[in-house]
């Protein structure tokens, strides 16, 4: 079954870091091109940072750039997203998703999600 | 950057009936644009890629249409489980962005 698990989330306090980590299983993880993907609390979906299958390619939401930082092991078929500089509006779920260039690159699975709060 | 904006905010429509949700680009993004579907609690799910391409296991109710600035996702006849918020997301140019969203509510 192809799945993708994430963790890492929790509560912390403005101006600080927490890295989550996206364990995926059922498919080639190193074919693929990776994102994550946020959602505040009752919002929309928000774009946050994708990487390319190889790694050598990242990309970044500018909410985000030089404070969070996406990354993988392919041998450990894991994507992380490091996050420093934590802000109030940086409190969401979490999603990794697996794109797809087969479907136009879209996102065709997801996680169920990690809770990140930013908080005093 | 690309703003997608969705309309209308809210489509109250009952089972059975058709659904018409817009798309709109504040440029051309070509032909993509990609479709998902959020059950309340759950992950989105790809419906539609490349604006009129349905996603494996997606019903033939759903399809896409459009290119360049205007999209398209119709329900042809809605079923109970179609109730939920739907998202367009361009891939034109980074960074790749998400529209506002529609729901679909049950009248």
């Known amino acids: 079954e192809v799945q993708l698990l994430e963790s890492g989330g929790g509560l912390v306090q403005p101006g600080g870091s927490l890295r989550l980590s996206c364990a995926a299983s059922?498919?080639?993880?190193?074919?693929?091109?990776m994102t994550w993907v946020r959602q505040a609390p009752g919002k929309g979906l928000e774009w946050v940072s994708s990487?390319?299958?190889?790694?050598?390619?990242?990309f970044y939401a500018d909410s985000v750039k030089g404070r969070f930082s996406i990354s993988r092991d392919n041998s450990k078929n894991t994507v992380y997203l490091q996050m420093s500089s934590l802000r109030v509006e940086d409190t969401a779920l979490y999603y990794c998703?697996?794109?797809?260039?087969?479907?136009?690159?879209?996102?065709?699975?997801w996680g169920q999600g990690t809770a990140v709060t930013v908080s005093s | 950057e690309i703003v997608l904006t969705q309309s209308p905010a809210t489509l109250s429509l009952s089972p059975g009936e058709r659904a018409t949700l817009s798309c709109r680009a504040s440029?051309?993004?070509?032909?993509?644009l990609a479709w998902y579907q959020q059950r309340p609690g759950q992950a989105p799910r790809l419906l539609i890629y490349?604006?009129?391409n349905r996603a494996t296991g997606i019903p033939a109710r759903f399809s896409g249409s459009g290119s360049g600035t205007d999209f398209t996702l119709t329900i042809s006849s809605l079923e109970p489980e179609d109730f939920a918020v739907y998202y367009c997301?361009?891939?034109?140019?980074?960074?790749?962005?998400f529209g506002g969203g529609t729901k679909v509510e049950n009248k």
């Open positions: 998703a697996k794109r797809d260039v087969a479907l136009g690159y879209g996102m065709d699975v």
């Open positions: 059922g498919f080639t993880f190193s074919s693929y091109g």
């Open positions: 990487i390319s299958a190889s790694g050598g390619d990242t």
């Open positions: 440029q051309s993004v070509s032909n993509y």
């Open positions: 490349d604006a009129s």
């Open positions: 997301q361009q891939r034109s140019n980074w960074p790749l962005t």
